[in-house]
């Protein structure tokens, strides 16, 4: 069920801004990107979310292509507290009633 | 962001036994509460969900009768897993939403053992 394409693995250095990409070629209209992160055996936290236009705020950043097939989330300077896997779901339904179906991530490490 | 807490955090228990989990949203009123089991070094996977007040919907290839999902109130949602077997051990993590809210939060999770 899962309609996004992240790598495996990547790795950042401290201080540097870390650069998730994220494949979602098949995306409607009208479904939402949602970035989640898991950080080890606890549960899922939310960080950003977007439709069309790019989102900032006080996590991350996220840039949506212009044809809604990819997006990049951007931890501008990230820290040893940010290594995690991250989730980039595609969100299936309405605001009222939608469920976040997560792939497989990507796993984050943030190297001192 | 907003808070969900699961109680128990971890849980050991005898093979045949019932467990049940609770789920709380503690500053929001949770119109909706997902379920999800995440297994070692997989990701998550829904498990059900449900609105307060009605039946849980759950995803294929999950058995109702063996998940037990109550959502009752609006900040309390609990599963109860029936006559647990080793292979039921596993993550389970709970998430509420709040009506038109688009933000779905997570709890902590709650580390499940049957022995």
């Known amino acids: 069920d899962a309609k996004t394409t992240q790598p495996t693995s990547m790795d950042c250095a401290e201080g540097r801004a870390a650069n998730l990409p994220c494949n979602h070629s098949?995306?409607?209209?009208?479904?939402?990107v949602y970035w989640y992160r898991q950080i080890h055996s606890q549960g899922p936290q939310y960080i950003i979310h977007g439709l069309k236009n790019n989102e900032t705020n006080e996590m991350a950043s996220l840039i949506i292509t212009e044809d809604r097939k990819s997006s990049t989330l951007i931890l501008p300077h990230a820290t040893l507290r940010d290594t995690a896997v991250y989730y980039c779901?595609?969100?299936?339904?309405?605001?009222?009633?939608?469920?976040?179906?997560f792939g497989s991530g990507t796993r984050l490490l943030v190297r001192p | 962001g907003a808070v969900v807490s699961q109680h128990p955090s971890w849980v050991i228990c005898k093979s045949g036994t019932s467990v049940k989990i609770e789920c709380r949203s503690l500053?929001?009123?949770?119109?909706?509460m997902f379920w999800y089991r995440q297994f070692p070094k997989q990701s998550l996977m829904l498990m059900a969900t449900?609105?307060?007040?009605?039946?849980?919907?759950?995803e294929q290839g999950v058995e109702k009768d063996k998940f037990l999902i109550n959502h009752a109130s609006l900040t309390l949602s609990t599963l109860t897993v029936t006559s647990a077997h080793p292979e039921d051990s596993s993550f389970y993590i709970c998430?509420?939403?709040?009506?038109?809210?688009?933000?779905?939060?997570f709890g902590q999770g709650t580390r499940l053992t049957v022995v």
């Open positions: 998430s509420g939403k709040q009506g038109w809210v688009t933000e779905a939060f």
């Open positions: 500053d929001f009123q949770a119109t909706t």
């Open positions: 098949t995306i409607s209209g009208n479904e939402y």
């Open positions: 449900s609105n307060e007040g009605s039946k849980a919907t759950y």
């Open positions: 779901i595609v969100r299936v339904g309405l605001d009222s009633s939608y469920k976040l179906i």
